[in-house]
Every structure is written in C-alpha cells, then in structure tokens.
C-alpha cells in the first residue's frame, strides 16, 4: 500500500530529532480490547472525520494509513442504541463502510520526539446521537 506522504503538498521541516515516528504494536490488538495499554501517554489527538484521520496519518504515520490503524470496538453494544442519525457510518452496514460500523473508532500510536503520542480517529460524533439533537432543540 502506498504512503501518504505523496499527499502533503511538501516535506515538513521538523525540527532535529522530533520528526514523528509510528510506533506499531508488536501484537496487533483485539479490537475489543480496552486502551489501558495508552495510560501515561504524553497526549492524544483526536478527530472526527476520515479526511482528518487521513491528514494525522500523512503527518504522524505515513507509512500506516487509517486503513492499517487498529479498531477500537470496547463495549460497543453500550453505544449501538445511542447512536440514532439515519446517515451514521456507525449504523451503515454497506461493505464499503464495514470498517466504521458499529466501530467506537480506530487509533495508531507514535513519538514525537520523545513524547508518546496516540491518534485516535472516533467512530461517533455528537452529531449522531438522541442527546445531542434533545439538547439542539
């Protein structure tokens, strides 16, 4: 699969020794389990949409495209009945959206520097739920 680094409009110019750096895992996980593993990072960044997740990737891990991040899918029946937006990707059973049905989201660890940062894309979005459109009115 080709990197992403081919959709950035030029290198970026980071500075000495805290260009990010992917740090996969060395056993990928189960998609259900949890992110205790991630306590005590130095930061998360988290986004909503895909052409977010796939600027995140170009930047932090462009050797792992979202298609190779992990899915994170922990206690996700606890959030099938919240989720009620007709145009969810999360209730979308289309096979070109298998990845984010009923998906809580997908993440992908790196460095900066000599921070550990984690990229998380979310599977929801406030949007998408009963509560946010009660509280909206």
Sequence with gaps: MKSSTGRLPGPVPWPQGHAPTAAPLSQPPA???DLGRFRGYDA???TWT???AAALAALFTPEFLPSRW???RHNVADYIPL???ARAPFKDPAPDMARY???LGL???CTVGGARVLLFKSGLHLAMTARQ???AG
């Design 31 to 33: 998609e259900t389990g």
């Design 44 to 46: 998360a960044v988290v």
């Design 50 to 52: 895909a052409a977010e």
């Design 70 to 72: 992990y899915e994170y």
């Design 83 to 85: 989720v009620t937006g």
């Design 101 to 103: 049905y009923h998906s």
């Design 107 to 109: 993440y992908f660890p």
């Design 133 to 135: 459109r009660r509280c």
